[in-house]
């Protein structure tokens, strides 16, 4: 299901599952916009993995000096666009990022959150590599995933989209643990604090892991 988030569940599709979400889950969305925000100074080139609409671009861009942001939906790079019209330090570019046209050292902070790291479908080790690639010397790298602390309200944000008709039916019996499986074949997985404790240690890679709001799990990896 590699496509599904840019062509099933792209540009206003996703921007109707924010503006769904619940109190709990507006809290969580924003305590991770603010992590992000506390990870990046004025002067700081950002780009960031799957931007969707613009929603957490619009943010870092009233504080970073440059934005970039990627998502291979070409539907919802033309909604940012009309989204963050008035940003003059916002550039956007339909591109994968398991396979990035930026030089090598690009940015001083690479993103990716809100279960990026799952919701590609790209091996996490070619995820990271990639991101490392593009980012600067002392930057760091910054992913993110769902706390088991917020599966229900996560999982009750899943159901509502399904019966906005944004995702397919749930499958509550193959659901849990972490797993929500919809009967059109979506399913989305979740990065755990052991998930990003292996991928340091396999990657030989120095990062903090530290958890948000009980709803985020964050991995800030240091490039050195």
Do not use: H
């Amino acid at each position: 299901m590699n496509n599904y988030y840019s062509k099933q569940l792209s540009a206003n599709k996703l921007k109707r599952c924010y503006n769904i979400a619940s109190p709990r889950i507006k809290q969580y969305l924003e305590a991770e916009i603010k992590f992000v925000l506390e990870q990046i100074k004025p002067s700081d080139k950002v780009l960031e993995l799957g931007c969707g609409y613009g929603r957490v671009l619009k943010r870092i861009a009233e504080k970073a000096a440059k934005v970039i942001g990627i998502d291979t939906s070409s539907e919802s790079i033309q909604l940012a666009e009309k989204y963050l019209q008035d940003y003059t330090n916002i550039e956007l570019f339909q591109m994968n990022a398991k396979s990035m046209d930026f030089k090598e050292q690009s940015f001083d902070v690479v993103i990716g959150i809100q279960n990026s790291i799952s919701a590609f479908k790209v091996k996490p080790e070619e995820l990271t590599k990639e991101s490392l690639r593009v980012t600067k010397q002392n930057g760091k790298v910054i992913f993110s995933s769902y706390s088991d602390k917020i599966w229900q309200e996560r999982l009750d944000w899943f159901a509502e989209q399904s019966e906005e008709g944004l995702l397919g039916e749930i499958n509550f019996m193959k659901t849990g643990k972490g797993v929500i499986i919809c009967k059109d074949g979506f399913k989305a997985t979740t990065f755990t604090k052991d998930n990003f404790e292996k991928l340091l240690r396999k990657m030989k890679l120095k990062g903090i892991i530290i958890e948000i709001d009980n709803s985020s799990i964050f991995c800030v990896i240091s490039n050195k």
